[in-house]
């Protein structure tokens, strides 16, 4: 079954000590990306990756890491949480079809994170 | 960065009755996409629009890619108490699902 996992897919975290939080896709994508969704905002980009060992910022880069060391893994990390960071995480693995018409995305269930 | 405003915010409506939102952009989209996120879980693709004046139907969902690519609506006709959740609109500039932009969303509940 096509999947994309999360873990944990909640934490409590205090201010400032480094937290990771894993993605896995069994779907052999090239591309995958994080989001976060907060209340009134949608989902914004936090961080996105084309292929092993290529990443990118998205739109809201600041305070997050990512590596892409194998194909199927994607992890986020937190190296300094703070509070304003407290927000639903979402893991995404996109087949990209040639020509882009066709793409498909498939989403993880969601990290619930708070910082206090 | 670009914006989308999706609207409305929330919707109360009868099951049975037809469902309309929409999304504008104030910049051109090459690919719009509408997502429905039940809760608990991540949003899940319901329709995909690659080309402007596309109309292209899912069930019964219906979504339109507007002519101007500023904007499109997703219609959702004769509901039922699973149409509950959260619709997105999300659009990218790239004419694939890269680096997209997502709205607000809808919350739609359907009162029985």
């Known amino acids: 079954e096509a999947q994309v996992t999360q873990n944990p897919r909640y934490l409590i975290t205090v201010t400032g000590k480094k937290l990771t939080v894993t993605c896995s896709q069994n779907?052999?994508?090239?591309?995958m990306s994080w989001y976060r969704q907060d209340p009134g905002l949608g989902l914004r980009q936090i961080y996105y990756?084309?292929?092993?060992?290529?990443?990118d910022k998205g739109d809201v880069p600041e305070g997050y890491k990512v590596s892409r060391k194998e194909k199927r893994n994607f992890p986020l990390i937190l190296e300094s949480p703070s509070p304003n960071q407290t927000s639903l995480y979402f893991c995404a693995s996109t087949y990209l079809s040639s020509g882009g018409a066709g793409d498909t995305q498939y989403f993880g269930p969601g990290t619930r994170l708070t910082v206090l | 960065g670009q914006q989308l405003n999706q609207s409305p915010q929330s919707m109360f409506i009868q099951e049975g009755e037809d469902v309309s939102m929409n999304c504008t952009s104030s910049?051109?989209?090459?690919?719009w996409l509408w997502y429905k996120q039940d809760p608990g879980e991540g949003p899940v693709l319901l329709i995909a629009?690659?080309?402007?004046?596309e109309l292209t139907s899912n069930g019964r969902l219906t979504a339109q890619f507007g002519i101007t690519r500023k904007d499109s609506f997703l219609n959702i006709s004769a509901s039922i108490p699973s149409d509950v959740g959260i619709y997105f609109c999300?659009?990218?500039?790239?004419?694939?699902?890269?680096?997209?932009?997502f709205g607000s969303g809808t919350q739609l509940t359907v009162l029985p």
């Open positions: 629009l690659y080309k402007a004046g």
């Open positions: 990756s084309m292929n092993v060992e290529v990443t």
């Open positions: 999300a659009g990218s500039s790239s004419g694939s699902a890269r680096q997209l932009t």
């Open positions: 910049s051109i989209f090459n690919t």
């Open positions: 779907m052999n994508h090239e591309y």
